[in-house]
């Protein structure tokens, strides 16, 4: 019988159900979810598949490890891509703010090969729409043009996380098929992007880079507190936390995606 947490503010599946862990080497964990339509009325999230590998190499800047975090997070996506024609990543947030530079930073990062290794329009394209308050246009519609332009047969969407401890920072790497809401994790939603609303498979990598101040609070305390109810924050390095992240993950998709 799975056994739910509390409902927390957090964009990780592994959170707010308690699964098995599965250990792959001695600084890599990997923890799969699956939740159903029932479970996810309970818990607020969306129904899908949920992967986590986790390791806290990028937190205590154990750069020896990345490889290995790289190599499950490949084999991690390898399980959800499948044979691929075209692929489009989208690096959602906004660059101009480093704890929400992920996507962007993944982005450039990727290797892409649309019309420049084929000349049949098949391989990997980039995307990087910023966000509603510096374009004045949304994420979502940004996206859905391009797909229908493109016409990917996989859009992977990257972007930063919410987490309900301060021990995930940098530390959870998530990927899951049931699309994305931008903005979620830090009570800002705007439409989301998932395989009914761009008519293709959807997936979405990311790590979590933010907590609630509450949430420290009541690690610290022992007790839950409104204190600070809407107060983010974020590591002090989170320039370098952000950096190392992409590397990692870009690393991870551009091994996954070579000649699927």
Do not use: W
Not at 54 to 61: D, E, I, P, R
Not at 210 to 223: F, M, N, P, Q, S
Not at 239 to 248: G, K, Q, W
């Amino acid at each position: 019988m799975k056994q739910f947490y509390p409902q927390n503010r957090t964009d990780l599946a592994s959170e707010l159900i308690k699964s098995k862990v599965t250990r792959l080497n001695e600084h890599v964990s990997r923890t799969d979810v699956d939740i159903d339509e029932e479970t996810a009325k309970k818990i607020g999230k969306p129904a899908g598949r949920y992967t986590t590998v986790l390791s806290s190499a990028v937190a205590k800047g154990e750069r020896e490890f990345y490889d290995r975090i790289a190599t499950a997070l490949t084999s991690a996506i390898k399980d959800y891509i499948g044979k691929t024609r075209v692929c489009m990543i989208v690096g959602l947030g906004n660059p101009g703010m480093t704890a929400d530079a992920l996507g962007a930073s993944v982005v450039k990062r990727i290797r892409v090969t649309r019309n420049i290794e084929k000349s049949d329009g098949n391989g990997v394209c980039t995307l990087c729409p910023n966000v509603l308050g510096v374009t004045g246009i949304e994420s979502y519609d940004i996206v859905k043009g391009a797909a229908e332009r493109v016409r990917p047969d996989l859009i992977v969407v990257v972007d930063s996380l919410c987490a309900a401890a301060s021990e995930r920072l940098a530390a959870a790497f998530q990927i899951s098929d049931a699309g994305i809401t931008p903005g979620s994790g830090v009570s800002n939603f705007r439409f989301r992007i998932d395989r009914d609303s761009m008519g293709c498979n959807v997936i979405s990598v990311g790590v979590p880079l933010v907590v609630y101040a509450r949430t420290l609070i009541k690690e610290a305390a022992g007790t839950a507190t409104d204190d600070g109810a809407e107060l983010i924050v974020t590591p002090k390095d989170i320039d370098l936390i952000v950096e190392e992240c992409a590397f990692i993950i870009a690393s991870a998709l551009n091994s996954a995606l070579d000649k699927t």
